[in-house]
């Protein structure tokens, strides 16, 4: 008589196979975990790397994959004295840098790790957020406002300017590297010429600090997101005022990144990483969330399959979002209840993933009413 096969309990996350048994699979990478909170994240433009800065001033690369067990940590940097507060790789994936509320923005190779170039005084305040315009060229902005572009080939600034009130929260630029767009915790967005290395305009300000900046709809529309927890919309040709405000029901959108030409991934401080659609403007549901713990910053991979979250629960964690991809949203609105939870849009979302493509206008939010200003989540 066959005895019956012992019960073989679920590995712990982070356990790899014991030897000789096939590794298993998953939908997504295993969650990375960190000894202090990441306050930045990015993503490598072309190989499964990921570089995180925590509040200790540390920076680390991993490299990530989907089978169980093979995260590996590739080297660490301790050269910020105080906390990291952003990262990003450079266009052609070579270098990284990194700011520091010590003032001081870092270069390092991405093999090694090693420092190439060290401004230690790059602003009067401390930084805030970096970005890479080309291979050459990158912007800064600090703590008061100030934002710098910077040009390796000269070592220096080629352009300073302090045009706004309060920190820079997030920066973008447009496809060709020109137009440098600068949001605020004054609650305006900036708008900066690259190329003629000058100050255009600034928008009058919005309810609450703006948070975050993305370009849409094939660079014809700029998204903002504040911490009111409203996404306001302008038109790339009209940056003195928004065209459109959507309101969620969030209590702030303190991080977006672009998944396709009209869907954002929004992170928030409840904690919830929300889908929306720009223009209809929908929330369609929940990517995942870190329980509790106000999100810091999110990163998504090459070809928009996958989305990285870090938060204050000291983990970044990976979300499948390939079947944003294929979503298609129609002008057709149908109001729904408040109290309905939100849509799981991913396996490891909190709710149910049923009829997930199923009576998708069903679920669709109302578009806020700018008069009005009303929620809508």
């Avoid at 952003?86 to 420092?115: M, N, P, Y």
């Avoid at 708008?191 to 309810?207: A, D, H, I």
């Amino acid at each position: 008589r066959p005895r019956p096969r012992p019960h073989r309990p679920a590995l712990p996350q982070g356990c790899s196979e014991p030897a000789g048994m096939e590794p298993r699979l998953r939908d997504t990478p295993e969650d990375i975990c960190f000894e202090a909170t990441a306050n930045a994240i990015a993503l490598h433009p072309a190989r499964p790397l990921l570089v995180a800065g925590d509040v200790d001033g540390d920076v680390y690369l991993y490299s990530y994959s989907c089978i169980e067990g093979e995260n590996r940590q590739l080297w660490s940097s301790g050269h910020h004295l105080k906390s990291c507060r952003d990262v990003a790789f450079s266009q052609d994936g070579q270098k990284l840098f990194t700011v520091s509320k010590d003032k001081s923005v870092h270069i390092l190779t991405v093999e090694e790790g090693r420092l190439e170039t060290r401004f230690p005084k790059a602003h009067s305040s401390a930084l805030n957020c970096v970005l890479p315009i080309d291979n050459h060229v990158f912007a800064t902005g600090d703590d008061d406002g100030a934002l710098k572009v910077w040009d390796l080939r000269k070592g220096d600034a080629v352009l300073e300017a302090r045009e706004q009130e309060e920190y820079i929260s997030a920066m973008a630029v447009d496809g060709s590297g020109k137009i440098l767009l600068s949001a605020s915790g004054d609650g305006t967005l900036g708008v900066f010429s690259v190329k003629r290395r000058r100050f255009e305009l600034v928008s009058e300000p919005q309810n609450g600090d703006l948070m975050s900046v993305v370009l849409l709809k094939r660079g014809k529309k700029v998204a903002c997101g504040s911490s009111e927890g409203t996404i306001y919309l302008f038109n790339w040709d009209g940056f003195g005022a928004a065209s459109d405000r959507f309101a969620l029901r969030a209590e702030s959108i303190d991080c977006m990144v672009p998944i396709t030409d009209s869907i954002v991934c929004v992170g928030s401080l409840d904690g919830i990483i929300r889908a929306v659609n720009v223009l209809p403007n929908r929330v369609l549901g929940c990517v995942g969330q870190h329980l509790g713990e106000p999100i810091e910053q999110l990163a998504v991979a090459p070809g928009g399959q996958l989305l990285a979250s870090c938060a204050h629960d000291q983990k970044v964690k990976f979300w499948d979002v390939s079947a944003l991809g294929g979503l298609a949203v129609d002008d057709y609105r149908k109001k729904k209840k408040k109290g309905v939870p939100l849509r799981a849009l991913s396996s490891k979302a909190a709710g149910s993933r049923e009829d997930f493509f199923a009576d998708l206008r069903d679920e669709a939010e109302p578009e806020a009413q700018a008069a009005a200003g009303s929620d809508s989540d």
